[in-house]
């Protein structure tokens, strides 16, 4: 929301300096995003949230700098002035098929507009202030009047229209012309305005270039209605279009704004001596006016939420301030009808808090107590696996859930194809109009991002978020790039490859006291735009169920503070055993003090006979109550090398 400091002195003094104005409106809620010079005047740039569709306009900001200090004080309004209309109301019929949908249409015909007419000076430097473009002098002064007091109109050439209007629901495939000069073709949840032959406008978001004001119109019908926020929400967005009036609409404009709107612009016309004006026709069906909650007020509620000492009389101001209106004798308060944001007592708590001024609540920690009886079980786990990670050099990335159609995207967290994403309907960009369904295609991006930026021989990333397929998962995605390491001076530096990713998951087996073939999980290579990456994902979701099953998770274990000792294994055996085929045996024979397997070697070639594989693979020994023997290794190295020897034949190299 763009506007001038002079724009907001035709309503209120502001007897401060235009830094200090935009500090106490930030401290409000309504961020001031920037503040620059034009000329003599300053231009304030304030980011609104969604909920305060009451300050999309000066008249709004105005009132809210009013409620938050008495020192902006309101100027005297000016004498309302006595004016007739001075041509006939347009014999056009208008019906509204859905009350509903529109329950206050007002509407005035213009005529005699003369073709040399141009817009006042006043609004043409306003709207050429905040950075809107001059359009023709009645959509001028239209667009000036919805900014100035937030309700949004609309004008249409009254030559051009055939036979009655009509306000209703689109057909099927119905499509518009917009005044942007693209097309859009409408579903039966989009709200029309049409007569006989044409739609004239998308109600509340943009008009049909059929109907549009040129330079040669002459008569003009101006249309200033109320539509329910429900039923403007999200269509813009659907469309792709998003407008001035359309942002208003599906926030919320305040229905009793139409007519008022419409009785500035008749003064507006009058004082220029632009055109003719009829009477203001205005038709209402007040039942589908929204509803505004009465709340009962808890005083002492709100005085222990927000740990301030303010009497109830001060909390009754406050709420006459913000144009409520409260009852004494039941105690309950009803919001304005510009406040959409007011509905239960935790909404009236927080505007307290809010107009009282957040910087004047004193700052008293809470007393809690931080001592659980018991650990909630994935967060350790979770808390478990990224310390380990952390560890191995290996980077935490936070990404959004939202993501796009590239191919990429187009698989579940196992790797498989998958094309049933869940759809976000009121998507912000083509970015993010989707949820994820694995968090590979994000690391990746990540690595990329990251390598444009800051070139990086290594790269280690991981992941542990909610993944959105068949059903909701809790996954851990590591993804890992180039080199094992960014630097190495010891010897060669070999690149990442899949049993990288198998030591991963042999330490987190290890590590939560489950098999490894209990983990459900998957390891891949990817190769995106000439670059390689590994990747590994693993279901939490099902770690976790696993866990709870087995209770082995339940009882904290003290690491042993004993001496460890470590036997390396080199061998050679056919290249049809995995290395995996090789841990199963190794687990079988159940040898208690082995704690660790550390793959670190892997060779084919040169002194290795065809069709074998070389392994090398260490081994590390401890004991919880005792310092273990050489002797006692020696003996649970055999049982190892028995077992390998018998079921695969292996045959051992020295190292």
Known sequence: MKLTRSWLETYVDIPTSVEKLSHQLTMAGLEVDNISNIEDDYLIDIDLTPNRSDCLSVYGISRELHCINDKYKFKANKKKQKINSNCATTKTKFNILENKICPRYCYMSLTNLSLSCLT???????????????????????????????????????????????????????????????????????????????????????????????????????????????FIANKGRKLKLQTESSHRFERGVDFNLPEKALIELRNILFNNKICNFSDIITID????????????????????????????????????????????????????????????????????????????????????????????????????????????SFSECLNYSFVSSDKLENMDWKNHDFNNHYNILNHMSLEQNRLRTNLVSSLIK???????????????????????????????????????????????????DKYDMSQIIEDISMMVGIYKKELNYVIKDFEVKEKEYITLTLSISDLVSVIKKNSRMEKFENFSKLPYIRRDLSFIVSDTVGYSSILEVIHKINVHSLKKILLFDMYRGKNIPENNISFGIGFIFQEKTKTLTHQEVDRYIKLILDGLISKYKIVLRSI
């Open 120 to 230: 006042p000076d006043f609004i043409n430097k306003r709207l050429n202030d905040i950075g809107i473009k001059l359009i023709h002098p009645i959509v001028d002064i239209l667009n000036y009047i919805m900014i100035d007091i937030g309700q949004p109109m609309h004008a249409y050439d009254a030559d051009k229209i055939n036979g009655d209007i009509t306000i209703r629901m689109a057909k099927k495939n119905e499509s518009i012309k917009a005044l942007d000069g693209n097309q859009y073709v409408l579903s039966k949840d989009n709200v029309v305005v049409s007569d006989k032959k044409n739609i004239l406008s998308l109600a509340g978001i943009i008009g049909a270039e059929e109907c549009s004001v040129t330079k040669s119109t002459k008569n003009i019908i101006i249309e200033s209605a109320f539509f329910l926020p429900d």
């Open 285 to 392: 069906n007040k039942n589908y006016f929204p509803v505004r909650n009465k709340v009962s007020v808890d005083f002492d509620k709100i005085r222990k939420t927000i740990g301030i000492p303010i009497n109830n009389d001060e909390i009754i101001k406050i709420f006459l301030s913000i144009g409520c209106n409260y009852n004494k004798k039941d105690k309950t308060v009803v919001s304005p009808s510009y406040r959409y944001d007011l509905n239960i007592h935790a909404d009236y708590i927080e505007e307290v808090a809010r107009v009282y001024g957040y910087d004047r609540i004193s700052l008293i920690p809470e007393k809690i107590s931080s001592e659980f009886n018991k650990k909630y079980l994935p967060f350790k786990i979770v808390n478990e696996i990224k310390n380990y990670l952390y560890k191995n």
């Open 446 to 496: 990540n690595i990329e991002y990251n390598n444009d930026v800051n070139f990086r021989n290594s790269y280690r990333f991981f992941e542990i978020s909610n993944v959105f397929g068949k059903t909701i998962d809790q996954v851990l995605t590591c993804v890992v790039s180039g080199q094992r390491y960014e630097v190495n001076w010891s010897g060669e530096n070999k690149k990442f």
